[in-house]
DNA sequence: CCGAAAAAGATTTTT
DNA sequence: TCTTTTTCGG
């Protein structure tokens, strides 16, 4: 491949990023601006010009992005891209964990536990300390734990009521015990034993001589940390974000980041790329005017040379929630029938709540749609039970995991037995499944709770002798059917639909052998892939929204407290955030945008009288 | 110990 | 409104 392959399509500055080789790059590419080609294209420029792929590091921040990012990259510089490390800082940091964990006393076979495996893990600290009626939440103690880990600070709030380090403490010591990582772990623990071990670092840093960070506007204290410790003598770091796009503010992100890169590397070359080939030009001002109300920002102003229709963005206001749902899928009904394809319609909103009303219409009009996120494949209960007897398979130490399956399906062993057999267990520093046997044969459980126990332990020493010899969508189909989860899932009300998910995770299970890896991807990517050729119009939440582009584009719920939302009024950082993430919804619109709200909404059943949202406003430029 | 019924909780965003 | 947890009678 010849230079200009890969530099031919490009503007002067996007070519100016890609083949700035050596030492610290900042580009801040605007929405639309090619942010992602630039980001490949350097990459292969790197590979072309005698980089080895596997000296390269690219994060991103999402699964989404990544994926992208390795296909289009295979596309472009061929297989020997698949050396590149490409993935999410995330994943990155389990990987390096697998590696490295044996130096803060963790296994490599580590599990990850996820929100909701956290949670009722806190929960069973919070009771097994009785402080049970003090009515404190674990949702703040979860919060603590997460931001503790996300800012690498110990600052505890002082207005609680008591005293969380006893959960927080408690909650790591089991963790530990357990051989699980929480997804602030995979950033925190890596820093940890980069900051410790001065050879660990210098692998790294001669590993990775070339590292590249996508939104690094997204990247959080310890995310900033972990890079910083790798970045090698020769400082070939490209970093690539936009500061108007931070939108993960409430998760640790600090803008600061991106913005003290130049306080940081004060060699480094900057790149601002301003043009805008996505949207027209009325739809990119109405952005621009709103974004500009933020105080803390690069001044930047996008520009297009997209003429457009004479109006581009419109903003509608709505006696009710139901008659703007009436109005987008009469209007979409409308676009498709003028040959508009159904995949190139986004509809956006605040908060998953706001799809129903929405989906209702949208099967009355029988378009066809596919909502991201809202309920998580992964979190769906009969998926979270076959993925807890799967880990109990790969790890016999995992507790959470274990008080989830015991007893489900039913097979007699209730609290009680459970609470003697904990007690046993954390008296004798051993795990429950060790001592269930010996609990037996001493005679503390009886009766039901023995057989049951027993027939529990028959049925894990049958699934792991299949282990190893099945892969995993077999081991799972065995699963199913031996533990009884499928005839319990089947005799349930919404049986058939959960049925169809345990064959979906059973078809895309097949072919997969190592189990580990298979459930830290499970652990990491919380979305089932999603055919995107589904010729479907997306209804999503603005976050999700980032990184793509739709011709037509319809902005929800523009009302004081949903947009911005009532969680945002308490600080002007937060109400910036919203702002932000208005911006990017706007701008993911490449012909024309359709903004609207109601004066009246029903949320959380109940009718709720609304008021347009200042941002409104600020579009059109008052 | 089980399952139904009632009560409580959570409703911002994601790895 | 919808889901999860707790309570209570069998």
Not at 194 to 210: A, G, P, T
Not at 294 to 314: C, F, H, Y
Not at 343 to 359: D, H, K, M, P, T
Not at 538 to 557: A, C, N, Q, R
């Amino acid at each position: 491949m010849k230079d200009s392959n890969i530099l031919d399509s490009l503007n002067p500055d996007q070519k100016r990023a890609v083949t700035h080789v050596k030492g610290p790059l900042l580009v801040f590419a605007g929405a639309g601006s090619g942010k992602t080609r630039v980001i490949i294209h350097r990459a292969a420029y790197l590979i072309h010009k005698g980089v080895k792929p596997y000296e390269i590091l690219c994060l991103t921040f999402t699964n989404k992005a990544a994926t992208e990012m390795k296909q289009r990259l295979q596309a472009m510089a061929g297989i020997r891209s698949a050396n590149v490390w490409a993935g999410t800082f995330h994943a990155f940091g389990a990987w390096f964990l697998r590696r490295e964990a044996s130096r803060i006393g963790y296994p490599g076979s580590f599990i990850i536990y996820d929100e909701t495996d956290q949670r009722s893990l806190i929960r069973r600290c919070i009771k097994d300390l009785n402080l049970n009626k003090n009515r404190i939440k674990d949702s703040i103690i979860a919060w603590l734990i997460n931001t503790k880990k996300d800012t690498l600070s110990n600052k505890i709030p002082e207005h609680l009521e008591i005293d969380p380090m006893p959960i927080i403490n408690m909650y790591e010591k089991r963790k530990m015990a357990y051989s699980a990582f929480d997804f602030g772990d995979l950033l925190y623990r890596p820093c940890q034993i980069l900051s410790n071990h001065q050879e660990v670092r210098d692998k790294y840093k001669s590993m990775f001589r070339y590292i590249l960070v996508d939104e690094y506007q997204d990247t959080n204290m310890a995310q900033y940390k972990m890079l910083m410790s790798i970045i090698g003598r020769e400082k070939n770091i490209c970093v690539v974000g936009d500061d108007d796009q931070s939108i993960y503010g409430w998760r640790g992100a600090d803008v600061g980041n991106i913005l003290r890169f130049k306080d940081d590397f004060p060699e480094a070359e900057v790149v601002t790329l301003e043009q805008n080939y996505r949207s027209t030009l009325d739809i990119l001002n109405a952005a621009s005017n709103l974004i500009s109300n933020n105080r803390t920002r690069a001044p930047k102003r996008l520009w297009s040379n997209n003429k457009g229709e004479e109006e581009d963005l419109i903003v509608n206001e709505f006696a009710d929630d139901e008659d703007e749902a009436g109005f987008v899928a009469y209007t979409i009904g409308k676009l498709i029938s003028q040959d508009v394809s159904p995949s190139n319609i986004g509809v956006f909103y605040r908060i998953n709540a706001l799809s129903r009303v929405i989906e209702e219409d949208l099967v009355g009009e029988d378009i066809p749609y596919v909502v991201y996120g809202g309920m998580r494949f992964y979190e769906r209960r009969e998926i979270k039970d076959i993925l807890a007897y799967l880990r109990l398979i790969a790890n016999p130490m995992d507790e959470e995991a274990l008080t989830r399956v015991i007893n489900t399906p039913p097979r007699g062993i209730g609290n009680k037995s459970l609470d003697k057999l904990h007690a046993i267990a954390q008296d004798k520093g051993l795990s429950t499944i060790e001592i269930m046997n010996k609990a037996i044969e001493d005679n503390i459980i009886k009766g039901s709770a023995a057989k049951g126990i027993k027939s529990f332990l028959t049925i894990l020493d049958t699934l792991r002798s299949y282990a190893p010899v099945v892969d995993i969508g077999d081991l799972i189909s065995r699963l199913v059917d031996i533990t009884g989860l499928q005839d319990m899932v089947a005799s349930e009300i919404d049986g058939f639909d959960r049925i169809t998910s345990i064959k979906e995770l059973i078809a895309s299970a097949r072919g997969e052998t190592d189990l580990v890896s298979y459930l830290e991807q499970k652990a990491l990517i919380s979305n089932i892939d999603i055919p995107k050729n589904a010729d479907a119009v997306s209804l999503m939440t603005l976050h999700m929204s980032k990184g793509l582009e739709f011709d037509y584009v319809f902005i929800l719920g523009l009302e004081e407290g949903l947009l911005p939302h009532v969680r945002s009024f308490d600080s002007g950082e937060a109400i910036e955030e919203e702002r932000r993430l208005l911006y990017v919804g706007i701008t993911r619109a490449k012909r024309k945008a359709f903004l609207s709200w109601a004066r009246i909404r029903g949320l959380y059943g109940r009718e709720m009288f609304q008021s347009p949202s200042g941002f409104i406003r600020e579009i059109e430029g008052f």
